[in-house]
C-alpha cells in the first residue's frame, strides 16, 4: 500500500515537471516570437510610419502573435478550467513583463528611467494593452476550442 502511494506521489510530481516544462516552452516561445516581432517592427514599420503609430500598432499586432503561438501550446497543457487558464494567462504576462524588462536594461543596457515609461500608456507605449491581452488569451482559447 505504502509503494502504491509513493508511486502515485512520484507520477504527480512528473506531471507537475511536465507542465512546468510545458509553460517554460510556451515562455520562451512568446519571449522568441515577441522579440523577433520588436525587431522587426524596429526595422520596417518605425522608417515608414514612425515610432509613435508603430508602438501603438505593435500592441495589436502582438497581441495577434501571441494568440497565435497561445492557440498551439495552451491545449497541449491539458488545463481543465477557467480559473487555470486565468492562472496560465497571469503568468504568462508576469514572465513576459519580466523578459521585456531584463532584456531592456541587461541586453540594451537601458536606464530604469527610460524602461518604465515603457510600461506607461499616457507615454504612448501600449506595452501595458498588451500583457493586459496575454492575461486573456489562454481563457480566450480555452472558450473558443470549448
Not at 16 to 44: T, Y
Request: with cysteine; glycine share 10%.
Amino acid at each position: 500500500m505504502a509503494l502504491q502511494a509513493l508511486g502515485a506521489e512520484d507520477s504527480i510530481r512528473r506531471g507537475a515537471l511536465v507542465i512546468w516544462m510545458q509553460f517554460g516552452s510556451l515562455c520562451l516561445c512568446l519571449a522568441g516570437a515577441e522579440m523577433l516581432h520588436g525587431i522587426a517592427r524596429a526595422k520596417w514599420l518605425v522608417p515608414r510610419i514612425g515610432k509613435e503609430r508603430a508602438l501603438k500598432l505593435s500592441a495589436l499586432t502582438g497581441a495577434l502573435l501571441a494568440f497565435l503561438v497561445c492557440w498551439f501550446f495552451v491545449p497541449a497543457l491539458g488545463l481543465r478550467s477557467a480559473a487555470a487558464h486565468g492562472l496560465l494567462g497571469l503568468g504568462l504576462a508576469v514572465f513576459m513583463a519580466s523578459f521585456d524588462v531584463a532584456v531592456a536594461r541587461f541586453a540594451m543596457r537601458r536606464p530604469w528611467s527610460k524602461i518604465w515609461p515603457d510600461f506607461n500608456p499616457g507615454s504612448g507605449n501600449y506595452l501595458l494593452f498588451g500583457l493586459l491581452a496575454l492575461t486573456l488569451i489562454p481563457l480566450a482559447i480555452w472558450w473558443l476550442r470549448g
